[in-house]
Each structure stands twice: as structure tokens, then as C-alpha cells.
């Protein structure tokens, strides 16, 4: 059974590419959408402002009673009445009238510009005017700020603040977003116990189930702990029964032991189909991906850096995917910090930390947990190639979501 | 009342550092972690690996009895038993003796190597040995990943999938976390009604009210949206009160009018004390910061870049020192896209959008939603400085947290 089906990693992603999920949608109000997804392209239901609107404090007239008003010859308006901001007005106005007008209040019919308090001269119901004012001085006309029908907020997009405060703005108290793809996922390993529980000799506690649920959370997904699977088969079917039935995709990381590897193979193989064991890649190599009823299932290295690498390389793109965010994997430039050696005809990611532009490879083994904290992201060390050399570019993708 | 209290930024940071607010910490579960803010220094409880650790498959054998193998003279070893992950070894090795081990596993007593199952030749209970293993070879020693008392997280820290992965590594079921501040939030105007709500002639959707309380939310406080007040002393006092009830820290956006901030002002002053009103930078000239019951109390100005702009200079600092995170609001260097003017003796603040490492000025007026939606920060102009040129470096605060 083992490494039967080892496949490439552009084979495998092509493999999850194929994989058809329906997460549909769901409306949440503004209040809960913070973080979440949009699921449609959403337009501007509204000209924003709604109405041609004053920008300051003054007096609302007709730009063209203005143009002969000199230092030396002020043209006089009679104010005919006001406007605050939020009413309709009341008044229009006709050849030789002004309006008083607060900043944000709608124009009176008629008014084209808005002259600031500052540059009149009011005396009872006469206001004097010096210099011209040019049409639409003061003023926002309706629409320009956004356009009614004006694409707002892009399908795919993960609302930040400043979305939710579009939509409010645009009077949303909805917004459509994608249903979060549930994903299970299962620790393996006879050593493999959970914090709270006590730590006997010999076993270690888990950190890749806790790792991956937060990682899925991080990525918009929602991330389910179904439990700890020993390494035997009915404990291990078990779990993946009851993964079966609370998501829409299942993440099993391997114990560091090497029977559980074949161990999940076969088990996938009984309940559903596995597609690739193995993928020709360091790290990679036991990766299992399955399906079982439709949903993919995924079985990752146990060493949390290797587990993660190859979380990040297949199942972060299917859940972006499933998001709409395809292709939204983080990747930054930068420099190698110093000359690593990799082996020729071998594929090999290489964890490394960020230190400003400066990648620093991570040597420690994948089995650290400080490897796994301390890593940033990984390089990739293409098969014919045999060394980066000392400040050599490279594209780090990030474990960041 | 009107501006009777203008400071310069310096001095109304220096008033907010001195407010003392206790907001205090809670325990949280793991599974709640993400994304909270831990309240305390945290040590690793244990060693990590707790045990010298196999990290392949193979043979733990005491290195001295192989340091005579060669190909010519293999080493023979008696194998005595097993050891496989999550158990404790039921013997120890004596000279001669070898254990089949997998990964992961605890090495037997007297065990210091593990030669991989492929560098060896078993027959029955024989193996034969090679070449010689230096002590240490195949072992993860006790400790050596992570010590017992060791410093994990520091205070102040957000909680991603990485920590949160770690803290389950060392074994926590909780973690200290600082309570979320609650920050209540009120929009003033007339003219501003909520989503979902009729739009009549004259009046515009909120923006700020939902911008202050999601970017608090992404600060890692808890925003509480309280109502819009009207432009009368009874709306705003009744929310003000409101607001004190549900709230540590209270935000108010005036309205665009000009009434409203003397009325927000004077209704502060009637409550508690205003410490400042108005502050020597563009935009900021408005904005008022007083104490009502000991709780802060911020008037920010309406405009929606304005509001942000104060908001990340004077709410933000606090609410992340609230959090044991000061000085962490985000900065970035970038080159100034083109020259843009200023007035000498006025301290302006710019709304810049990021294209890669070049800010471009955004000058379309703070008044406009698009201005809010496009800025990814600000750049300060000092007072001293008339025009920033084409390519100069600047630094951008970030609308992002």
C-alpha cells in the first residue's frame, strides 16, 4: 500500500483543483461581518452623497449672481431662510437670493455653490459678497464621491473595517458571505495527548491539531477538533466517521510513528478512494489525499513544520478557493541570509525566518517545535538545483493567513 | 467654549497617557484563544521533548558498543525488546544490547543513539552494525527543543495559529488574556441614519459609527455601537449616559455641522471635565478628549478620513496600551509619489494610499467616503515644512490593525 500512488506536487494540486465543494452562502448582518467573506460582487446601491451636499459652513446661492461682486463693487443677496443638515429644504432660490447652509446639508433647489460664513459680510437679511464664486465651489455633487451602480467590494474580499464601513455607508444592513467551509481534523499518534491532560513518560502533547483548526480559522474557514486517533485502525476509522460528519473537508496529521502512516491509507481506502500517497517532495513524502463521499480528505506529515509546509501548499489553496480567494497565498521577496545546500533531483521546501528582507534558514529539523514557531514561511529548492548561494533571491510563501 | 482648550499632539497624548484605566484579565480555553491578547509573560511549564526522544526508526544501542564497527568488522548486537511511541520503555540496555525503536519514541535507559533500521542487518534477535554511532545520533535530547522555564509568549502578544499551537505543545488547557476594552461608540448629526433605515431627502448613512467599532474590534477591544445622537443637548447626553453604562472608553463622531461639536463639548463639560478641545493639526482641529466617572471621553471629528486619522493617533495608542501592546500601531517607510504642498505653521496630516513602497497623496477631501476607503494610512507634514517632494521617504502610519 505504501507510496503507491507518489505524485508530483503541480499533479496534486491539479488532483484538489478537481474537487468540487458547495459551501454556499449566508447573509450576516453588518455587525457580524467583520472578517468574513463576500460572496457576490457587491454595487452601490445609492449615489453617494445622495444629494448635491454643502462642504462648509455659509451661505448657498447662484454661483452666476457672484461673478460681477469685486472688493471694490460687492454683490448683495437677501437670505432668504436656512438649511441644516439632514432636513429637506424649504426654500428655493431665485435670481439675488442666498440660503444659510450648514456643512452636509442638502443645496436648495437652484443653488449651485456654497460661499464659506468667513467671506461674507451679513447685515440683517443682506449678505455682501467680494469675489466671485465659481459654480459648484462648496458643494459635492450628488454621485461623485461614489456613483449609484459602482462596484464597492469585489467578491472574495475579507472584510476589514473599512468594508463594513463601505457598507454602512452605502446602507447595507446585510451583507452575503460564504458559509465557512468546516474543516475536521484528527491528531494521530499513541504519544499524541491532549493540554489538561497528564503527560505520562513518553508521550508529548498535541500541536498540530491545535495548529491546524487555528490556521483554518485564520484562513475564514471554521476549524473543528474531532480528537486524538491511536495508532490503530478502528480508533482512527472512528475518528474519521465522526470528522465525516461535521466537515466539509478532513485534515488527519500523522504521529511521528511510522505505521499510522500506512495506517490512514488504509483506512481512507476502505471508507472512499485514495488519489495520491506521496508527493515527491521533501517535505511531503507521506502525504495521503483521499476522498470519502465527496469531501477530501487530507493525511499530513506529523512534524509540525512538514505538517504545515504541506497544509500550506494543498489545503490553504483549497479553502481559498472554496472562499473565492483564489490564489491569495502570502508570498514575500527576499534574500537568503546565507548559502544552503539541498540535493540534486530532490524537491525541497526549506522552512526559513523572516528577518526583514532577509530569509534565514531554519536547520533545526522539522520535528522542533521551535522550528515550527520560528518559521515564517518556506523556500522552495527546486529538483535541479543544489545550493542557494548567500543573498540569493527568493519568493517566501508565508505561514500567515 | 469653543476651542478654549487647543494643545498640540504631544500634549493631548501625553493627558491620554496619564488616564488610568484598569480593564483586567480573564482565563480563556485554547479553543477561544485566537486573536486575544496575552496578559502575562508566559513559561514553558515542561521540557520539550519531556523525554530523549528516537527521531527515526530504527535501533537505540549505547554508541560505545559501535565505535569499533567497520564494514570488515561489523558490530553485533543482541535486540532485547521494542519501544513505540506513547509508551515507557519496559527495559533498559546493558553492553551488547540493542532496542528496536520508532520515532518519536522514549529511548530506553542506557540508550544514547539510534542507528536508522536501514544502516543495520538484523537476524533474529541479532543486528549487525556497520559503521559506528556517535552519541546523540537519531536522539532528540530532553529540553533541547524548548527548557522547562523557558520564556514562550511574551505579554502584549496577539494569539495566531503559531502560538496558539505552541501553548498546546507545552501542554496549556487556558491562557491569561486582557479583557477586551470595551470602547462605546456614538455618531452625532442629524443628517445620519443606520442601514436598513429609509433614506429621506437630506440625509446620508452612517460611516464613522461602524468604522470606529470594527476597528476597535480589530484592535482587540470590544466595540459597542451605542445610537446616533441628534444635534440636541438631550439626544447626546442621553447616549453619553448610555454609553458610560456599557463602556471603558467612549468614542463620539461629531456630525458634519458645526453646532454639534460645542454641543458635545459642553455636554462633557457638564458630565465630567474636557481636558482638550481641539488640537494643533489638520485634521484634528475639532477634536476634544475629556473624563467623565474616570472614563475617557473622545470627540472625533465627523469627516470619515479626519475621524480615522484621529482615531489611529489618539484612541488606537490607548486602547493598545490597555492591551500591553504599546507602540505596536503599524508604520511603514515609503517615497512620497509626488510633491504636494502644505502650509508653513500648520501640522498636516495625509491621507496616503500604498502602491508597493510609493504613497500616493489622496486629495480628494476628507469628506469623501472613497478618500476613507482608498487611504492605507497618513503622513505627517510638520509644521516647519511647506511641501514634500517627489520621491522623498516618509513614513506611513497604517489604517490597519
Redesign the interface.
Known amino acids: 500500500m505504501a507510496f503507491l500512488k507518489v505524485v508530483s506536487l503541480e499533479e496534486a494540486i491539479s488532483i484538489i483543483n478537481s474537487f468540487r465543494l458547495e459551501i454556499g452562502f449566508e447573509e450576516v448582518t453588518?455587525?457580524k461581518a467583520?472578517g468574513r467573506i463576500v460572496a457576490e460582487d457587491i454595487y452601490s446601491p445609492?449615489d453617494?452623497?445622495?444629494?448635491d451636499?454643502s462642504?462648509v459652513?455659509g451661505y448657498a446661492v447662484r454661483a452666476e449672481d457672484t461673478f460681477m461682486a469685486s472688493e471694490a463693487n460687492p454683490v448683495e443677496l437677501k437670505v432668504i431662510g436656512e438649511?441644516?443638515?439632514?432636513?429637506?429644504?424649504s426654500v428655493k432660490l431665485s435670481k439675488g437670493e442666498a440660503v444659510y447652509i450648514?456643512?452636509?446639508?442638502?443645496m436648495p433647489e437652484n443653488a449651485n455653490a456654497v460661499i464659506p460664513f468667513e467671506d461674507v459680510e451679513r447685515e440683517g437679511d443682506i449678505i455682501r459678497i467680494y469675489k466671485p464664486a465659481y459654480p459648484g465651489l462648496g458643494v459635492?455633487k450628488k454621485g461623485t464621491?461614489?456613483k449609484k451602480g459602482q462596484l464597492l467590494i469585489r467578491r472574495g474580499t475579507k472584510l476589514?473595517?473599512?468594508?463594513?464601513?463601505?457598507?454602512?455607508?452605502?446602507?447595507?444592513?446585510k451583507v452575503k458571505v460564504f458559509k465557512k467551509p468546516k474543516v475536521a481534523v484528527i491528531s494521530t499518534?499513541?504519544?499524541?495527548v491532549?493540554?489538561?491532560e497528564e503527560?505520562?513518560?513518553?508521550?508529548?502533547?498535541?500541536?498540530?491539531?491545535?495548529?491546524i483548526?487555528?490556521?483554518v480559522?485564520?484562513l475564514g474557514g471554521e476549524g473543528i477538533?474531532v480528537g486524538i486517533a491511536r495508532?490503530d485502525r478502528e480508533s482512527l476509522k472512528k475518528l474519521i466517521l465522526q470528522a465525516l460528519e461535521v466537515g466539509d473537508i478532513i485534515v488527519i496529521s500523522g504521529?511521528?510513528?511510522?505505521?499510522i502512516k500506512d495506517l490512514t491509507a488504509s483506512v481512507i481506502e476502505e471508507l472512499g478512494e485514495v488519489k495520491v500517497h506521496g508527493i515527491a517532495i521533501q517535505p511531503g513524502k507521506p502525504t495521503i489525499i483521499g476522498v470519502i463521499n465527496g469531501k477530501p480528505v487530507f493525511g499530513l506529515p506529523?512534524y509540525?513544520t512538514s505538517c504545515l509546509t504541506n497544509f500550506t501548499l494543498l489545503v490553504a489553496p483549497l479553502l481559498l478557493r472554496l472562499l473565492g480567494r483564489e490564489g491569495k497565498i502570502k508570498k514575500v521577496k527576499a534574500k537568503i541570509k546565507h548559502k544552503v545546500f539541498s540535493v540534486k533531483g530532490r524537491r525541497q521546501f526549506l522552512p526559513v525566518k523572516l528577518e526583514g528582507d532577509v530569509a534565514v534558514p531554519i536547520l533545526k529539523?522539522s520535528?522542533?517545535?521551535?522550528s515550527?514557531?520560528e518559521a515564517d514561511g518556506f523556500v522552495e529548492i527546486p529538483e535541479n538545483v543544489e545550493s542557494l548561494d548567500e543573498g540569493e533571491e527568493v519568493t517566501v510563501t508565508l505561514?500567515?493567513?
Do not use: C
Open positions: 453588518l455587525d467583520l445609492l453617494i452623497p445622495p444629494f451636499r462642504t459652513d438649511v441644516h443638515a439632514g432636513e429637506q429644504p450648514t456643512t452636509g446639508s442638502m459635492m464621491d461614489i476589514t473595517f473599512k468594508e463594513t464601513a463601505l457598507l454602512s455607508a452605502a446602507g447595507f444592513l499518534g499513541n504519544e499524541i491532549l493540554p489538561g503527560l505520562r513518560p513518553g508521550q508529548i502533547y498535541d500541536i498540530n491539531g491545535r495548529a483548526v487555528d490556521a480559522n485564520e477538533f495508532d504521529g511521528a510513528s511510522g505505521g506529523g509540525p529539523g520535528g522542533a517545535v521551535t515550527f514557531v505561514f500567515s493567513f
